[in-house]
Each structure stands twice: as C-alpha cells, then as structure tokens.
C-alpha cells in the first residue's frame, strides 16, 4: 500500500510548485510539489489504511508524505480517539512545520483535551522544540470555538517572550480568535501584556481592530 501511495505522489509531483513553496518555510523543506487539494483527495482514498503504515509516512523526509499522514490521523480520529492523540503526541519531532501543525493540532489535540486535564499543553508550551510550542498555542483554537478562553490566555503569557516568529504569530492569531468572540477579554490581556510583547504577535492580535486602535496600541 506505501509503494501504491508513494508512486501516487510521485504522479502528482510538480517540481515547478516545489520551487515556489519552499518560499513559504522558514527552514528548507524536501518539497515535491503535491497540492493541498491532491493530498486530501489521496487522503479520502487510503483512509483505511493502518496506523503502523500512517506513521511510516509521518517519519518520511518528504513533506507532503507528512502532511498526507497528518490528514489519515485527523481522518481516522474520531473513530480511535485516544490511540490517534497517544500517536500524535509521541511524534511530534515530525510534526515539523507551521503547515503540519495548523492542519493537525487542533482537530486532535485540541478536540481530545477539550473535557480533560490540559496539563500536556502547559508542557508542550514548555518545551525547547518550537513546533511543540506551536501545537499548545493552536490547539487551543478547538477550545476558542466552543467560548472557552482560560487555556488560550495562559498559554499566551508562557509565550509572550518567545524568541520564534513562528511562535510569535501562532500566538497573536489566538488571541485574535479569542478578540473575534470577546473584544473586551482580549482588550484587558492587551492593556497587561501590550508593552512587552513582540511586535509580531501584536499585529496579529490587534489585526481586527478599527485602524484607528490599532495604531494607539503600535505607536509605544
């Protein structure tokens, strides 16, 4: 079945589109050049396919064989919640860029600590690996969703230092989203935290304000 989904990718591979992806990773990325729209229809087809196979796509050098294995875990999540989570969170080292993190981190982390003890993501925020950072913040995102913003809003203040823009703006577009549902709740973070925080994150934070409160808060 790897053999069948790996000459697959290769049919689809534009090198032409690798090119000009590798523009959008911070580090160098060993792209082929498979869309997003590609990789989730090949994602839809091999749903089935075992978790031992999945993970074998997860550890691959190639991105897209990542990103392909991310889709199948979110695929299959709802049916092995608890094995999909474990699985995730003991391969995060390939969970290795902004793009992996986003589509992944929320649908699974997010959604199975959501009526749980969160103290895996107070970890993650802890952690020296940066993506690690990334996924605690974005998972937050299935929490915003449901109108709850504690985790968000503590998580952030671990962050507010972090010396990684990836992270930086991880951060300000949570509390964007937390703005988005309560402008107030992110107002009084802001008025606490504005003055010491990146100026990145603060972009992204303040992103949906009037033009006029934006500039109050980036003239300091």
């Given at each position: 079945?790897?053999?069948?989904?790996?000459?697959?990718?290769?049919?689809?591979?534009?090198?032409?589109?690798?090119?000009?992806?590798?523009?959008?990773?911070?580090?160098?990325?060993?792209?082929?050049?498979?869309?997003?729209?590609?990789?989730?229809?090949?994602?839809?087809?091999?749903?089935?396919?075992?978790?031992?196979?999945?993970?074998f796509l997860l550890k691959s050098?190639?991105?897209?064989?990542?990103?392909?294995?991310?889709?199948?875990?979110?695929?299959?999540?709802?049916?092995?919640?608890?094995?999909?989570?474990?699985?995730?969170?003991?391969?995060?080292?390939?969970?290795?860029?902004?793009?992996?993190?986003?589509l992944s981190a929320e649908k699974?982390?997010?959604?199975?600590?959501?009526?749980?003890?969160?103290?895996?993501?107070?970890?993650?925020?802890?952690?020296?690996?940066?993506?690690?950072?990334?996924?605690?913040?974005?998972?937050?995102?299935?929490?915003?969703?449901?109108?709850?913003?504690?985790?968000?809003?503590?998580?952030?203040?671990?962050?507010?230092?972090?010396?990684?823009?990836?992270?930086?703006?991880?951060?300000?577009?949570?509390?964007?989203?937390?703005?988005?549902?309560d402008e107030k709740l992110l107002?009084?973070?802001?008025?606490?935290?504005?003055?010491?925080?990146?100026?990145?994150?603060?972009?992204?934070?303040?992103?949906?304000?009037?033009?006029?409160?934006?500039?109050?808060?980036?003239?300091?």
């Amino acid at each position: 079945m790897i053999k069948k989904i790996k000459k697959e990718l290769r049919e689809k591979a534009d090198p032409e589109k690798a090119k000009k992806w590798q523009l959008f990773f911070k580090k160098k990325e060993n792209l082929i050049g498979v869309s997003v729209p590609e990789l989730r229809k090949i994602a839809k087809k091999y749903h089935e396919l075992k978790e031992k196979d999945t993970l074998f796509l997860l550890k691959s050098s190639i991105h897209e064989e990542r990103f392909l294995a991310l889709l199948l875990m979110v695929e299959k999540y709802q049916e092995k919640k608890k094995e999909i989570f474990q699985l995730y969170l003991k391969n995060t080292q390939y969970i290795n860029n902004w793009d992996l993190v986003d589509l992944s981190a929320e649908k699974i982390v997010g959604d199975y600590l959501f009526e749980k003890r969160k103290d895996v993501l107070y970890k993650l925020a802890e952690s020296e690996n940066l993506w690690e950072r990334r996924i605690a913040i974005v998972s937050t995102h299935f929490f915003i969703k449901k109108d709850y913003f504690k985790d968000t809003l503590k998580i952030a203040e671990i962050l507010l230092k972090d010396k990684e823009d990836l992270v930086q703006k991880a951060v300000g577009w949570m509390l964007r989203e937390v703005g988005k549902k309560d402008e107030k709740l992110l107002e009084n973070f802001l008025k606490k935290h504005y003055l010491k925080m990146p100026r990145v994150m603060l972009r992204y934070s303040i992103e949906k304000f009037p033009q006029s409160k934006r500039k109050r808060y980036l003239k300091t």
